[in-house]
DNA sequence: TAATAAAGTTAGGTAGACCTAACAAAAAAT
DNA sequence: ATTTTTTGTTAGGTCTACCTAACTTTATTA
């Protein structure tokens, strides 16, 4: 087993290398600032998983993950999502108020405990910020996405996932009509700086092009599959 | 807030002084035994406890908890439980599994989670072992109880709680169909060494004594409160 | 390409929670 | 009431996960 920092270390990595539309390569000081620590901490650890076979890196060379250690961190995200999404859904919390309680909760170590819940939330594909929630062998579905930043005037996309988690993205978010599994119609961009009108529940919004970098929206049609163009898509 | 090492201290110290029929008196060795670690090291834990104002005790004395400490220490028995009652309830967990999640459970920190989960489960006021939860301000509700080695021949009572956590013992238990909310007939007693006929769901089996001292049951009648004598009592 | 900046590493140090071994006080037994 | 046993305490050490400060390597830019 793992202990609670070589967790959450492991599940920053998972989340760095493979869930970043670019620039996969991580390095000791981006992984430190991600954690809060210190580049000397992050290093420590560093040394600590690839003794485990967990990381493999060379010295001043990039980080990756081996096969198990992102089996492990993925089991991290796993558990995260499906507690996020337990805390929703039957515990009434809003999006905004379930991470911090999923940090604590994605530590438990119960391979019955984690199965249960999945089973018992139904075997979501889903949590509720819209992200992918691995299977039991660390599988995710990828939904073919874009940002909102760049979906064409006139099309519209349902949001599936929100890039920034901060408490002040997510309330404004919110505040305007904008939360997972709604859609969002394009009415219209400024080519001088992307101040882009949303259409949200028959509400118009006009918002910087940094809030829409931050959503990610699926062609309402065909959410899942790479192969989206070919159908009647809305992108 | 509190460390986990903390918060089990304070739980273990809830344990030894207020939820024991008798001897509510705590030394070190007594709850180093308890926590599994050395009489040194309970004793460090204790000094610093004491620091914070969460135990009282002078050296070579006797240990008891402040009412900071107590309200603390109740809380995470409080969580505990309600987390045992989760897992049974929603996860299908049987009657011996639960307790070392819960051990892990019990540390969450949320106020909202806790309360969330209390609503959820409907505000249970006894857990799947039939202990008492406490509630929001830390009381309990405390049952008429007696161990199941009192009751007299021909008398019946509902289980409501173990005093042996062990496998062994609720798997025993639970073979021979003593459960928790079950009702058990004492049949027969043979007063040269305690054993005992137990009648459960129309089967009858012979236990020893010290099976028997493990049981506490209440008047199915009269279930709460201290003046069952008042009623037409089963004891 | 040499100077500067950024990124990464090492050495040594702290706090928490545990340990062992030696010792002191209190309780029990002779 | 003295010895023995039990119980409790202190001192000093380990391991984990963090830190700062100094240093080295790699990357950038003038």
Redesign the pocket.
């Known amino acids: 087993m793992f202990?609670?920092?070589?967790e959450?270390y492991l599940k920053a990595l998972v989340q760095l290398i493979h869930f970043r539309d670019q620039g996969n390569e991580v390095?000791?000081?981006?992984l430190a600032l991600y954690l809060?620590?210190?580049?000397?901490?992050a290093?420590?650890?560093?040394?600590?998983l690839r003794e485990k076979s967990l990381v493999s890196?060379v010295?001043?060379?990039?980080i990756s993950l081996t096969t198990e250690g992102q089996k492990a961190g993925m089991d991290v995200v796993r558990k995260h999502r499906l507690w996020e999404t337990f805390l929703v859904e039957k515990l009434d919390f809003t999006w905004d108020e379930v991470h911090e309680v999923a940090e604590q909760l994605e530590h438990i170590k119960s391979k019955k405990l984690v199965n249960s819940l999945d089973d018992f939330l139904q075997n979501p594909k889903f949590d509720p910020h819209g992200d992918a929630i691995p299977d039991r062998e660390g599988r995710i579905l990828i939904p073919y996405q874009r940002l909102l930043s760049e979906v064409s005037i006139g099309k519209s996309g349902k949001v599936v996932s929100v890039k920034d988690n901060s408490n002040s993205f997510l309330q404004y978010a919110d505040k305007i009509g904008v939360r997972i599994g709604g859609m969002i119609e394009v009415a219209g961009r400024e080519s001088y700086d992307g101040q882009t009108t949303l259409r949200v529940e028959n509400k118009d919004h006009t918002v910087s092009d940094k809030f829409c970098m931050n959503i990610h929206v699926v062609c309402p049609t065909c959410k899942l599959g790479k192969d989206c163009s070919k159908n009647d898509c809305s992108f």
């Open positions: 202990s609670q920092a070589e959450n390095g000791t000081n981006e809060n620590v210190k580049p000397a901490t290093n420590d650890m560093l040394k600590k890196y010295k001043y060379g990039k």
